[in-house]
Each structure stands twice: as structure tokens, then as C-alpha cells.
């Protein structure tokens, strides 16, 4: 093989590997794009998080909490999460008797995996809030104690 020939070579095989990789990033992403999806779910995570413990708060207490501060001194509470990124509390605004408004800033949109009916999963990219309403939790019966 002559030096021109092996250069040919070269230059396909660098242009097959390069092809790969760009097939590979527009199928699956760039790493930047797999740590905002990361960072979104757990935003998610956080958000449903705190709905929770708002609900736990609403079932005990029949109000909802004026602040995430009330929700850190109930009884086994854990404290309240803050985004991954900033450490900033999660934004929580109570809009009626029985209904509040939670919002986190997002890193993509996200019309949420398939199949998944959850209301925080679907976001636009930038500050993203979503009207909750509070419910009971119900004890599960064999978590009800006995006298």
C-alpha cells in the first residue's frame, strides 16, 4: 500500500468513527442534555416530595401550611428539599381554602415519559409552576394501628 493510499485509508476510517459518534449524540443525546434530564427528575422528585408532605400537613390539620417552614416540624418530617443546581427552596404559594401552587426552574422541556399521567412531569424549559389541590392521605389498613 502506498502512502497516499494508506492516508485514504485513514481519513475513512476517522470519517466512519466520526460518523458514529454524531448518529450516537442525535440519538441519545449529549452529556449536557442527559444532566438536565437528570436534574429535571429530580426537581420532579422534589416537587412530589413536597406535595406530599403538604398533604400529610392538609390531613392532619385540615389547613394548608402558610409556609415549606411549617412542614419541617411535623412529626418525622425530613426537611424540605431545595433544587439540585441553585439550592434554592422550591417556590410555594398557597391560592385558596384547599388549593397552592408549587414551581421550580427547569432545565428542558419535558412532556414527561410515556404512560406517566403525573402533573409535574410536563414542563416548559424556565420557571414552571403547577396548581395543586390538597388531599387526604388514607392509611392504608394495615398501617392502621390498634388499640
Not at 497516499?4 to 485509508?9: A, D, F, N, Q, Y
Not at 391560592?95 to 414527561?112: M, N, V
Amino acid at each position: 500500500m502506498t502512502g497516499s493510499s494508506r492516508g485514504l485509508v485513514v481519513a475513512g476510517v476517522v470519517a466512519g468513527i466520526g460518523a458514529v459518534v454524531v448518529v450516537g449524540l442525535s440519538l441519545v443525546g449529549s452529556p449536557a442534555d442527559a444532566r438536565l434530564y437528570r436534574l429535571d427528575e429530580r426537581r420532579v422528585n422534589d416537587l412530589q416530595q413536597i406535595a406530599r408532605a403538604v398533604d400529610l400537613h392538609w390531613t392532619r390539620t385540615d389547613v394548608l401550611p402558610a409556609s415549606l417552614d411549617e412542614l419541617d416540624v411535623l412529626p418525622g418530617a425530613m426537611s424540605m428539599p431545595r433544587d439540585p443546581e441553585s439550592g434554592a427552596l422550591y417556590v410555594y404559594r398557597v391560592t385558596g381554602p384547599t388549593t397552592y401552587e408549587l414551581c421550580a426552574e427547569f432545565g428542558r422541556t419535558s412532556i414527561g415519559p410515556s404512560g406517566r399521567a403525573d402533573q409535574f412531569w410536563s414542563h416548559a424549559e424556565g420557571r414552571h409552576c403547577v396548581e395543586v389541590t390538597a388531599k387526604d392521605i388514607e392509611r392504608r389498613p394495615d398501617r392502621v394501628r390498634q388499640p
